[in-house]
């Protein structure tokens, strides 16, 4: 089955820095790749996905770069802000309907002013 | 959007007792269920996947006969913790899927269970 491996598992960045996490996998029909941020005891919430067919996705502050070739993907957050403190999960899942979700180990992101 | 209740977010039960946990899906209909178990500061571990009307399918090392999953209708899926052990304290998460090509998947609000 995949696994989902993840690094940093904790990530101290000082507002206004940039903060890189990163994930690798280990089926190659793995084609879809979300990225989840969940606040203490509260449920999962999708900041940004990327399927196989692209390299990379932005979204405002937050972009997603994948490498099909070397089975890695990572989360790029700039500007960081106090409100981004959390813990980061990658996932990765491979095509069919309703595929289980493989995630990863989790970062927790500290934003210190 | 579509959402999942979960119920109830926090349970407290003793030792020895089954609690029930449900998961709607309240406007769309959720023929995949996933349910997860999370331990603190650790990440989201598969339980069972179970899709409307079959029997779920269980992750290796999870006991079925502990961890009961119904998915009798395409919007309820319930998991029953059956004679709870302290050691099941856990946070038990949700997520269901519409079994379409989009990847959609949507968590319940998750339920905290502590066994005394």
């Known amino acids: 089955g995949e696994n989902v491996e993840q690094h940093p598992s904790t990530l101290s960045v000082q507002e206004g820095d940039s903060a890189v996490i990163k994930c690798t996998y280990s089926?190659?029909?793995?084609?879809?790749f979300p990225w989840y941020k969940q606040e203490l005891g509260k449920r999962p919430q999708l900041i940004i996905d990327?399927?196989?067919?692209?390299g990379e996705k932005k979204d405002q502050r937050i972009a997603v770069t994948l490498n099909k070739t070397a089975k890695h993907f990572s989360l790029h957050i700039t500007e960081t802000q106090p409100e981004d403190s959390a813990v980061y999960f990658c996932?990765?899942?491979?095509?069919?309907?309703?595929?289980?979700?493989?995630f990863g180990t989790g970062t927790r992101l500290q934003v210190t002013l | 959007g579509a959402v999942v209740s979960q119920h109830p977010s926090r349970v407290i039960c003793k030792s020895g007792t089954s609690v029930k946990i449900e998961c709607r899906s309240l406007d769309f209909q959720a023929t995949t269920m996933f349910w997860y178990r999370q331990f603190p500061k650790q990440s989201l571990m598969l339980m069972a996947t179970s899709n409307e009307g079959s029997k779920a399918t269980y992750e290796q090392g999870v006991e079925k006969d502990k961890f009961l999953i119904n998915h009798a209708s395409l919007t309820l899926s319930t998991l029953t913790v059956t004679s709870a052990h302290p050691e099941d304290s856990s946070f038990y998460i949700c997520?269901?899927?519409?079994?379409?090509?989009?990847?959609?998947?949507?968590f319940g609000s998750g339920t905290r269970l502590t066994v005394v």
């Open positions: 997520s269901a899927s519409q079994g379409t090509r989009d990847y959609g998947y949507t």
């Open positions: 089926d190659s029909a793995s084609n879809y």
């Open positions: 996932a990765a899942t491979t095509t069919g309907t309703a595929s289980k979700l493989t």
């Open positions: 990327i399927r196989s067919n692209v």
